[in-house]
């Protein structure tokens, strides 16, 4: 989804000063080189994932992808766990050899493109960018973090310098990850701080904050006629979500970030028969719990006081996200970005944006999160979408340079 980006300050938390810890930011200048020298292997790795037809409710390519990037972790020695497509999420754990902080990395395997999307549009070099199907979000994040996690490996024989780095994966995080969201969370428990791979934004800038999310289904069943011998015996459930919809969208009240929009409407057979059923999809997003609690409210609301007499409507919610806010930890690991962003030339911002991913849930938990430690990239879900090919070796530095200090207990 496209929104504004809003700012997030940080001057107004207690910061980790990382100036006396200089070695941190000499390892992730080294990182950087390291993927400087190693990035057609990076792009190859990222053409693999690009090739493979990997939509939410595509079964073989989902394998595909936890094949490919579960044998990649078991190389650099995680112990991995995704025994098939319908598990959910692959998890993969790698243990340093002294105590300290559990850190997770979190992403997605899945995209929302449909087969044949991979062969239509592979992996291609368009002067300064990557084009390719699901490259921004979220393949590029997922190859930036392999190769980032081999250079922290031959450098330091492990990922992080002390405690446990673990990579959660989810297969269906574009629906809202109705199976992966549990596993995730599980993985989650106990973690010092979360780092999401989506994508950053066309900036550069890190995510801090996320609207909630709620995507769901309206299905009415009313009662077939014939509109020319016996029309007022049909009930239409045509009419009665086609008003739902109307409602729907009136909810929506951008000066306040909220939105509530239907993305389809479905029913009838033919012009001569009163359609006796119908399916609507929606999608709410709101900035804030208290916001996204009354639009969860006002649908179901909509849902129980259908406009035709004699029309039952049911609701389904496939995939929510609750609103994920800044907070002084998160703030706190936007610092310490901005401190590695700092010696890696590379300015650094914080920001608020309307799409939801896997960190609203993690933050949920009470997790700092920090997201968009992917590559910088944009047109995501779209036909034009790219990442810019020089930003894979700085965001896999900074990627390298949080993780260190994070496994230093400087956060």
């Not at 989804?1 to 300050?9: A, C, E, F, N």
């Not at 809202?176 to 599980?186: A, K, Q, V, W």
């Not at 739902?244 to 001569?272: F, K, Q, W, Y």
Request: negative net charge; glycine residues 12%; contains cysteine.
């Amino acid at each position: 989804m496209t929104s504004s980006l809003v700012t997030i300050s940080v001057t107004d938390s207690p910061v980790p000063d990382l100036r006396g810890v200089p070695d941190i930011f000499k390892e992730a200048l080294a990182v950087r080189e390291d993927l400087l020298d190693r990035m057609a292997d990076l792009e190859n790795d990222l053409a693999e994932l690009v090739g493979v037809d990997s939509g939410s409710d595509d079964a073989r390519g989902i394998g595909l992808m936890l094949d490919i990037m579960g044998r990649h972790l078991e190389r650099l020695g995680f112990e991995v766990d995704c025994p098939s497509p319908s598990c959910g999420a692959l998890v993969a754990r790698h243990h340093a050899k002294l105590p300290g902080p559990k850190v997770l990395l979190v992403g997605h395997v899945d995209t929302v493109f449909g087969p044949g999307s991979a062969a239509a549009r592979p992996l291609v070099r368009a002067g300064s960018r990557l084009t390719g199907a699901g490259v921004a979000d979220m393949k590029g994040g997922l190859a930036l973090a392999l190769h980032t996690m081999t250079s922290l490996i031959r450098r330091f024989d492990t990922p992080l310098l002390n405690g446990e780095i673990v990579i959660a994966l989810s297969t269906d995080e574009e629906i809202g990850s109705p199976t992966g969201g549990p596993i995730m969370e599980r993985a989650a428990e106990g973690a010092a701080a979360a780092l999401v791979l989506e994508p950053a934004r066309p900036g550069g800038e890190l995510v801090l904050e996320r609207k909630g999310m709620a995507q769901g289904q309206l299905t009415a069943r009313g009662r077939t006629a014939h509109p020319g011998v016996d029309p007022e015996r049909g009930r239409s459930a045509l009419i009665a979500l086609a008003n739902a919809a109307i409602a729907l969208e009136a909810m929506s009240d951008p000066s306040a970030g909220i939105t509530c929009t239907v993305g389809s409407l479905h029913s009838g057979s033919r012009p001569n028969v009163v359609p006796s059923d119908a399916v609507l999809e929606f999608d709410l997003r709101a900035p804030d719990a208290q916001s996204f609690e009354r639009g969860i409210r006002a649908i179901e609301s909509i849902g129980a006081s259908p406009a035709v007499p004699d029309v039952s409507i049911d609701i389904e919610w496939r995939g929510t996200y609750p609103p994920m806010s800044a907070t002084v930890e998160s703030r706190r690991l936007l610092a310490v970005a901005r401190q590695v962003g700092t010696a890696l030339g590379l300015p650094i911002r914080g920001v608020s944006t309307g799409g939801a991913s896997d960190g609203n849930a993690i933050a949920a938990l009470g997790i700092p999160v920090l997201d968009g430690l992917g590559p910088v990239g944009g047109g995501a879900h779209g036909p034009d979408e790219y990442v810019e090919l020089d930003s894979l070796p700085d965001r896999g530095a900074l990627l390298a340079g949080v993780l260190l200090a994070l496994g230093r207990g400087h956060v």
